[in-house]
């Protein structure tokens, strides 16, 4: 069984920044995807970026050139460095992983989700 532990959310002023870890946990972890997807408020989730094993990026058109994402894969995290924030990226943040379960199979695993609010 795979966890993900969200951590980084919180309150900041808009043009401030935070940054999202999540890592991980289970043995013999062998991770394709990771990537992190955000919910506003009556809204759908949507996809806020991605990174593969080998580190090419994704990215929503409306979080290009403010958000990054990078990951260590020695520790099974990824990241989301978030900057000039805007109150529109007031969401709760999720973390997801795609986890191999075979080498042609894999499952999808979700965090808890963070919550991030950006202040005008």
């Known amino acids: 069984q795979v966890q993900l532990v969200e951590s980084g959310g919180g309150l900041v002023q808009a043009g401030g920044s935070l940054r999202l870890s999540c890592a991980a946990s289970?043995?013999?972890?062998?991770?394709?995807?990771m990537g992190w997807y955000r919910q506003a408020p009556g809204s759908q989730r949507e996809l806020v970026a991605t990174?593969?094993?080998?580190?090419?990026?994704t990215y929503a058109y409306s979080v290009k050139g403010r958000f990054t994402i990078s990951r260590d894969n020695a520790k099974n995290t990824v990241y989301l460095q978030m900057n000039s924030l805007k109150p529109e990226d007031t969401a709760v943040y999720y973390c997801?992983?795609?986890?191999?379960?075979?080498?042609?199979?894999?499952?999808?695993?979700w965090g808890q989700g963070t919550q991030v609010t950006v202040s005008s």
């Open positions: 990174i593969n094993s080998i580190g090419r990026t």
């Open positions: 997801n992983a795609e986890v191999m379960t075979t080498f042609y199979t894999s499952r999808d695993y």
């Open positions: 289970g043995s013999s972890v062998r991770i394709n995807v």
